[in-house]
T-cell receptor, first 113, second 114 residues
Framework: NAGVMQNPRHLVRRRGQEARLRCSPMKGHSHVYWYRQLPEEGLKFMVYLQKENIIDESGMPKERFSAEFPKEGPSILRIQQVVRGDSAAYFC???????????FGQGTRLTVV | DQQVKQNSPSLSVQEGRISILNCDYTNSMFDYFLWYKKYPAEGPTFLISISSIKDKNEDGRFTVFLNKSAKHLSLHIVPSQPGDSAVYFCAASGGSGNTGKLIFGQGTTLQVKP
């Protein structure tokens, strides 16, 4: 999974600040998925994007969270006005097409203080 | 609404023996199943997958079995090695308009003792 690059690896934000998490998919992959892992839980799907399009955002919280995958550059997961409950590991995965195995990045660990 | 369940939070086996990790699902529309392995502070690593048209898939020491009637799959690791100690997640995808999003179980922590 070394091909999926996420940064930063660790991010500390104070309550009320914005968090931006970046994901560069593997070369040749145009499908990006974001997952969140809360402490002691499994990974939960958040959003699925293809270049310039949000395909499925059924797992995204209704407020404060947004995602994009521009034509050029990495996919961005943005969390506005962070709260302590947003503290989690956020993983990005990419795949060359739908319904195949996805390859994960190493994650961004967000801590809200 | 836990559609994929791993009921054993942990499993401990001796090196060289077989490890069997289990997973149950409730959504009969799932048609693709995967196992991932995860070390602390790292992302999940893909291990093996199986389509619903099969009941077994083997890759080296790893074999996944699928029982569609029971909505149950299992991962067999034989022989188990200390380096296999990690958290194992099963995941499923499928259904109408399948976007490839994965539904994960809660994970099983495997410890292989030397």
């Amino acid at each position: 999974n070394a091909g999926v690059m996420q940064n930063p690896r660790h991010l500390v934000r104070r309550r009320g600040q914005e968090a931006r998490l970046r994901c560069s998919p593997m070369k040749g992959h145009s499908h990006v998925y974001w997952y969140r892992q809360l402490p002691e839980e499994g990974l939960k799907f958040m959003v699925y994007l293809q270049k310039e399009n949000i395909i499925d955002e059924s797992g995204m919280p209704k407020e404060r969270f947004s995602a994009e995958f521009p034509k050029e550059g990495p996919s961005i997961l943005r969390i506005q006005q962070v709260v302590r409950g947003d503290s989690a590991a956020y993983f990005c995965a990419s795949s060359p097409r739908t319904a195949t195995e996805a390859f994960f990045g190493q994650g961004t660990r967000l801590t809200v203080v | 609404d836990q559609q994929v369940k791993q009921n054993s939070p942990s499993l401990s086996v001796q090196e060289g023996r077989i490890s069997i990790l289990n997973c149950d699902y409730t959504n009969s529309m799932f048609d693709y199943f995967l196992w991932y392995k995860k070390y602390p502070a790292e992302g999940p690593t893909f291990l093996i997958s199986i389509s619903s048209i099969k009941d077994k898939n083997e890759d080296g020491r790893f074999t996944v079995f699928l029982n569609k009637s029971a909505k149950h799959l299992s991962l067999h690791i034989v022989p188990s090695q200390p380096g296999d100690s990690a958290v194992y997640f099963c995941a499923a995808s499928g259904g109408s308009g399948n976007t490839g999003k994965l539904i994960f179980g809660q994970g099983t922590t495997l410890q292989v003792k030397p």
